[in-house]
């Protein structure tokens, strides 16, 4: 394994790590030799995770935590002080949007969006970044989506404007905390199959190739396709990266609105 990715000795922190695009994420920077603490609201699925990387020969401590508030992301920081006394690495995964037309969607909905995906993201930022700050040296990455720099419709009002805040905390906190050793960047990915996406597209057969109109390279994302990126920004690779508001998306967010997509048949060879 390159140096350069190599995460031996480092601690990471991964909310939402039961299932998903965070599972997916824990289990790559364990691969590279990282210590994890899990924090999942979903106890089963984030103790089968750490078990996972307990199985790997690394150090997993896993939590359930409610991201929207927070004494229990500072009771987890508690937890990550005694258990490993550092932090190196923190991904911000966990937070649900509720879905609601404008003119309709209720302001309690509207606020619990905000709490998951915007106020847990700042008290997780803020706990990982005075930790990070002291040691002189992190990494933090808040996933965004791409309905955070376009807008999506179909309901999302509540979501998009709460990613949208997570990219300018992403932003500021890059400018506040990159002098002290500290980089944040934002992964933005669009349609990512998960257990929420996969019921919606259940319900609504027709969903998926909407999504696939749009998507260049011709498939739903994974969440193993976070893999790679998230190995990158916990490393020495990554050295000179903050700010940085990076697409996860298949061509998505290249693709004029206008553009149309070159289809290949699937069961074709060539």
Known sequence: MSSLFDLTGRVAMVSGSASGMGKAMSLA???????LMLLDINEVGVQSTAASIRGMGRKAIAVTCDVSRPDSIRATFATLDKEFGRIDFLGNVAGEG?????????????EKTWRNLVYGRFCM???AGRRMIAQRRGSIVNIGSLASITALGRSHIAYSMAMGAVVQMTRELSTEWSALGVRVNAILPAQVLNPGLEKRIEADPALQ???????PAGRLGHPDDIRGLAVLLASDASSWITGALIPM???NLAMNGGGTRRYVDPASST
């Open 98 to 110: 509720c879905l609601g037309k404008p003119e309709e969607i209720s302001l309690d909905d509207v």
């Open 209 to 215: 190739d909407r999504f696939l109109q749009g998507i």
């Open 249 to 251: 998306d298949g061509g």
């Open 125 to 127: 930022c803020q706990e």
């Open 29 to 35: 920077l364990a691969e590279h030799g990282a210590d």
